[in-house]
């Protein structure tokens, strides 16, 4: 697993240089499929935010964890099914995948049970494949200013899945057009904890950041394809 820490160097070294223009740029390690030795390694190299995109098998490796996750920010990623939102709720940080009216309301009814006020993305959608979730661009205004109404959902930002493509830079006019949709409601609603802009992944990051991003999501630059430790 040496790697790992070779390769978190590596990321954050271009992230370095990126930021001279973009600001600051959190890492968020994508954990989801790895199994906890591997996550243990890269918090042991510095790593600040994990990513998981399903609610029981997080927990099971959260558990396993232990005391290195203090500190740690946990970011659930991938779509929520409503039978999981009281879960998570208890036990990730920020909600990046905010997808429907419902999904909100749920998550505010179970914040409100536990008294807290959960941070959460709004997931916008590009892509035209049907089994992609998200909100549609032009209703991502109306949505936000629904969500301000819900007293323990706190919204913090934006986050896209751009469309697969061999090359990164098809990625730039989706990331331009979410960039100019964040700072529209960042500008409109004068809203200063609406600062994250979730863009970018392990191939695209990089073009990401050239356009605005805040955020990075990477997970197979650190890690590889898959997790060997299943063998």
Do not use: W
């Not at 032009?138 to 109404?149: L, W």
């Not at 990625?171 to 409109?188: G, H």
């Amino acid at each position: 697993m040496k790697h790992i820490c070779q390769n978190i160097k590596s990321i954050n070294n271009t992230i370095n240089l990126l930021e001279n223009v973009a600001g600051t740029v959190d890492l968020v390690a994508v954990t989801k499929t790895f199994t906890y030795p591997f996550v243990l390694e890269a918090l042991k190299c510095g790593i600040k935010h994990i990513g998981e995109s399903k609610v029981q098998e997080a927990i099971a490796k959260f558990d396993q964890i232990g005391d290195p996750l203090i500190g740690v920010t946990k970011h659930f990623i991938g779509h929520l099914q409503s039978n999981k939102v009281k879960k998570a709720v208890e036990t990730f940080d920020l909600i990046q995948s905010l997808d429907s009216v419902k999904l909100a309301y749920n998550i505010n009814h179970h914040a409100k049970d536990i008294s807290k006020i959960q941070d959460c993305l709004i997931e916008v959608k590009v892509s035209k494949e049907i089994s992609k979730t998200g909100i549609n661009p032009d209703f991502v205004v109306d949505f936000y200013n629904d969500c301000r109404n819900l007293s323990n959902v706190n919204i913090k930002g934006l986050m896209l899945i751009a469309p697969y493509s061999d090359n990164p830079c098809d990625s730039r006019p989706y990331f331009k057009q979410i960039y100019n949709l964040f700072k529209d409601i960042k500008n409109f609603f004068a809203d200063n904890d609406f600062n994250i802009l979730s863009i970018g992944m392990s191939r695209d990051y990089k073009i990401a950041i050239e356009e605005g991003s805040t955020m990075v999501r990477i997970g197979s630059a650190i890690f590889g394809e898959r997790d060997y430790g299943n063998k």
